[in-house]
């Protein structure tokens, strides 16, 4: 079984410039996180998706951060413009079935770098 | 609010030494608690879970935490690490239909 899939991997833009992350979640899984994990610290919940539904955004900064998983799977995270502070590791994750209850299966990460 | 503390940045060890990595939780809800590994340049990785029962539960690699309410503690353990065990670690807790909530994380470096 494929895992949570991201890219790209690793991003290198200039500020107030755009970018845009993907992520193909586990086959069947409904659930989908964007999480961004800054350097020494823990991933922070961005955005939380229950099939193509926004459940929890609260900590998504909307002026310049949005979100979308048409049809429920693929989702894309997009910073617009980017900041200097954006400098990040942002993470998706996916969660479902009975049998993984509870257990969010991480992808390895888009790494950005705002110069 | 839910929060999590990992009292430990860094923790080195030698190879076949024993370790514990310390996390302790807030919570006013009823918690499940989680460590997540995660190993350079990839993502993390469940490593073990508590959602009810035995408050003491295991990985298939040795890594074994014990849930403690009244100390509001979820320690990781392992009796004998070795060098692959060099990670990231991070605890995790959830509860009450609230999201995964993580401290800073504890790197571990086990040394030859």
């Known amino acids: 079984e494929a895992g949570v899939v991201q890219s790209p991997r690793y991003k290198i833009i200039e500020k107030k410039q755009p970018v845009a992350f993907w992520c193909n979640p586990i086959s069947g899984h409904n659930t989908l996180y964007w999480y961004r994990q800054n350097l020494g610290q823990g991933p922070e919940l961005l955005i939380r998706?229950?099939?193509?539904?926004?459940?929890?955004d609260s900590q998504l900064p909307k002026d310049r951060f949005s979100a979308e998983r048409l049809k429920g799977v693929d989702s894309t995270l997009k910073i617009q413009p980017a900041e200097l502070g954006d400098s990040a590791v942002y993470l998706c994750?996916?969660?479902?079935?009975?049998?993984?209850?509870?257990?969010?299966?991480f992808g390895p990460g888009t790494r950005l770098t705002v110069l | 609010a839910q929060s999590v503390t990992q009292l430990d940045s860094q923790v080195p060890v030698f190879e076949e030494a024993p370790v514990e990595l310390r996390c302790n939780y807030s919570s006013s809800v009823s918690v499940y608690l989680f460590w997540y590994v995660q190993y350079p340049n990839q993502g993390l990785q469940l490593l073990l879970k508590y959602l009810s029962g035995s408050t003491l539960v295991e990985s298939i690699n040795g890594f074994e935490a014990e849930f403690n309410k009244s100390q509001t503690s979820f320690h990781l353990r392992k009796p004998s690490v070795h060098i692959s065990d060099t990670a990231e670690y991070f605890c995790?807790?959830?509860?009450?239909?609230?999201?995964?909530?993580f401290g800073k994380g504890t790197r571990l470096s086990v040394i030859a």
């Open positions: 995790a807790v959830s509860g009450g239909g609230t999201p995964l909530v």
């Open positions: 998706y229950e099939n193509e539904e926004a459940v929890d």
């Open positions: 994750a996916s969660e479902g079935g009975r049998a993984f209850k509870d257990e969010q299966f």
